[in-house]
């Protein structure tokens, strides 16, 4: 997908935050890969509640800022992410000249308590989607963030 702005916002970006599958024999660089029966327990927060965050938190400078929100949307393919970048904070520039240059990827996040993986097929069975990040390192690298095209092709993914 090619790198579009939505009306020309620069603060809404897309792309697909948890593909189903992965690039090394269906499964992600982790050997585990989610499927469309991995429970996201999407119901526990109301879209644009998930923070996003840039690279889980570790970043040493970012930290655990919150630079955006996030909505889901399941689809045949993997979870779909829009998120709302929080032009008012002070990585905004940053985080959007990083997605721009077209190296960032997606990344959801979970608690570790509450995921479960068949160890046997590394099929992650449950997954509550706590937070999505950007990040130059995504497990599953078929997850890249663009920035929105328009909304009616968006809800086409």
């Known amino acids: 997908m090619t790198v579009k702005f939505a009306e020309g916002s620069r ?8 593909p189903f599958g992965g690039p ?5 660089l982790d050997g585990e890969f989610f499927s469309a029966k991995t429970a996201f327990e999407l119901e526990w927060f109301g879209d644009w509640q998930r923070p996003l965050l840039y690279h889980h938190g570790l970043d040493q400078s970012v930290k ?5 929100r996030i ?4 689809t045949d393919t993997g979870l779909w992410m829009q998120a709302q970048l929080d032009s008012a904070h002070e990585y905004a520039a940053a985080v959007a000249g990083l ?13 570790s308590h509450l995921v479960e993986t068949d160890p046997k097929t590394g099929e992650i069975k449950r ?12 497990a599953n690298p078929e997850a890249m963030a663009h920035y929105a095209v328009k909304s009616a092709e968006a809800v086409a993914h």
Do not use: Q
């Not at 603060?11 to 948890?18: D, H, K, Y």
């Not at 997954?127 to 995504?138: F, K, R, V």
């Open 24 to 28: 090394i024999k269906g499964k992600d």
């Open 127 to 138: 997954w509550p989607l706590i937070e999505g990040s950007l990040t130059p390192t995504p």
């Open 11 to 18: 603060s809404l970006i897309e792309g697909m935050l948890a």
């Open 99 to 111: 997605v721009d240059s077209g190296t960032m990827g997606l990344s959801s996040g979970s608690v």
């Open 64 to 68: 655990t800022a919150v630079v955006g």
């Open 71 to 74: 909505k889901v949307t399941p």
